[in-house]
T-cell receptor, first 116, second 110 residues
Framework: GAVVSQHPSWVICKSGTSVKIECRSL??????MFWYRQFPKQSLMLMAT?????????EQGVEKDKFLINHASLTLSTLTVTSAHPEDSSFYIC????????????FGQGTRLTVV | QKEVEQDPGPLSVPEGAIVSLNCTYS??????FMWYRQYSRKGPELLMY????GNKEDGRFTAQVDKSSKYISLFIRDSQPSDSATYLC??????????FGTGTQLKVEL
């Protein structure tokens, strides 16, 4: 089946630094990619939707200047957490959807971010 | 009220048992229903995807949708320890956005 690769799987960074997370669709063209955040024992919270070649659409309450999303190609989207703080520590997950496919079948393996 | 409600569990069953996982939803616009399995520290994996009311079977898994009562279920037959995971239901009206339940943590014990 199709694979979505997310990198890194875990990262520790210092407060105030920026962290970039990559999401790649390995064997299909992802016209739309989604970025989620998940807290322990809680559901996935959609942060933003990105379409290749256009600006991301952010959910209410998500700071677009803090969580920079780039979807420059049909196989790659990146999420950059800028000026990270301990409260940004979380599990970040991407998913990808191909054109004309109704739902997100393919999720990345997630990135555990710890800000110290 | 959350649009998709799901009992977080944890649910513990013996190996071989039939597991019933359930969600309710409130948005009448939801037409598509999914079940995902998520192992600890991993991304979700799509298990089942249904559109209409009724049952859909895939191996040991059966997804059931009752649109009249806004109730969706996932049944796992002959449960195995490898089924131990968090199961997330999700719904969408056909647009971009999926709405997830909180997930039910399942443990299948030997």
């Amino acid at each position: 089946g199709a694979v979505v690769s997310q990198h890194p799987s875990w990262v520790i960074c210092k407060s105030g630094t920026s962290v970039k997370i990559e999401c790649r669709s390995l064997d299909f063209q992802a016209t739309t990619m989604f970025w989620y955040r998940q807290f322990p024992k809680q559901s996935l919270m959609l942060m933003a939707t990105s379409n290749e070649g256009s600006k991301a659409t952010y959910e209410q309450g998500v700071e677009k200047d803090k969580f920079l999303i780039n979807h420059a190609s049909l196989t790659l989207s990146t999420l950059t957490v800028t000026s990270a703080h301990p409260e940004d520590s979380s599990f970040y997950i991407c998913s990808a959807r191909a054109q004309d496919v109704l739902t997100e079948a393919f999720f990345g393996q997630g990135t555990r971010l710890t800000v110290v | 009220q959350k649009e998709v409600e799901q009992d977080p569990g944890p649910l513990s069953v013996p190996e071989g048992a039939i597991v019933s996982l359930n969600c309710t939803y409130s948005n009448s616009a939801f037409q598509y229903f999914m079940w995902y399995r998520q192992y600890s520290r991993k991304g979700p994996e799509l298990l089942m995807y249904t559109y209409s009311s009724g049952n859909k079977e895939d191996g040991r898994f059966t997804a059931q949708v009752d649109k009249s009562s806004k109730y969706i279920s996932l049944f796992i037959r002959d449960s195995q320890p490898s089924d131990s995971a968090t199961y997330l239901c999700a719904s969408t009206g056909g647009g971009n956005k999926l709405t997830f339940g909180t997930g039910t943590q399942l443990k299948v014990e030997l």
